[in-house]
């Protein structure tokens, strides 16, 4: 039988572990217990896996609840609405990426073995989008629409490898300038990786979009 009663009184439980920027508090500001912390899970992966075939906007509580095994009513216990859940995953994504983006291009050998490191950059770029393509699609588009709130966590989320990629321009010694060089870098490996499937059905195949991207970021942060 499904636990539809699993927040705790405030402070008599400690919170999972999580991003520290994450509120894992329920709807009426308590701290659920462990077993409200499974079924606050069991909401997210719902809305993720409901995300992979249904749009944003489209996207309905009792589906979610449906889905999860759960009821709207235990729903609303955790989230006010189904954004307010797209919104939690786009966050706890972003905390969970914002150093392995970083990464990616920091751990790279920029000046002994740039090509390799260019090429590893851009095929990590687009193995992430293509892992989270619903989530990282709703963060794109509500950053258009003007949602501060989501254009804020694509901003921490693509931070990280942003600023690893001025250390690269800086550290190799390349021409321009170092933070305008990043930032248009990542804008297309953020751009290309999100529109991959498009790209793919035009004929372009992977092999050739990580050779392309790579070249871009081999000539570019390399002097």
Do not use: C
């Amino acid at each position: 039988m499904i636990d539809e009663s699993p927040v705790g009184i405030a402070g008599s439980t400690p919170p999972a572990e999580g991003p520290p920027d994450i509120d894992l508090r329920a709807v009426d500001g308590r701290l659920p217990g462990r077993r409200g912390l499974a079924t606050r899970q069991r909401l997210l992966a719902a809305t993720a896996s409901l995300l992979e075939t249904t749009g944003y906007r489209d996207l309905k509580v009792v589906e979610v609840a449906r889905e999860a095994g759960t009821s709207p009513a235990t729903f609303y216990q955790y989230f006010p609405d189904a954004e307010s859940a797209v919104l939690v995953l786009a966050a706890e994504l972003t905390e969970a990426w914002h150093d392995e983006l970083a990464t990616l291009v920091a751990d790279g050998d920029w000046i002994g073995n740039p090509d390799g490191a260019a090429r590893h950059a851009s095929e990590g770029f687009l193995d992430f989008w293509t892992a989270h393509r619903a989530v990282l699609g709703v963060l794109d588009l509500a950053s258009t629409e003007g949602d501060e709130r989501f254009r804020d966590l694509r901003t921490r989320l693509l931070n990280g490898p942003t600023a690893a990629m001025v250390d690269v321009a800086v550290a190799s010694g390349a021409a321009g300038d170092p933070m305008a060089a990043a930032g248009v870098l990542v804008a297309m490996l953020a751009h290309v990786s999100n529109h991959q499937v498009g790209l793919e059905r035009w004929g372009v195949d992977r092999s050739a979009l990580v050779a392309t991207m790579a070249g871009v970021l081999r000539r570019t942060l390399v002097a």
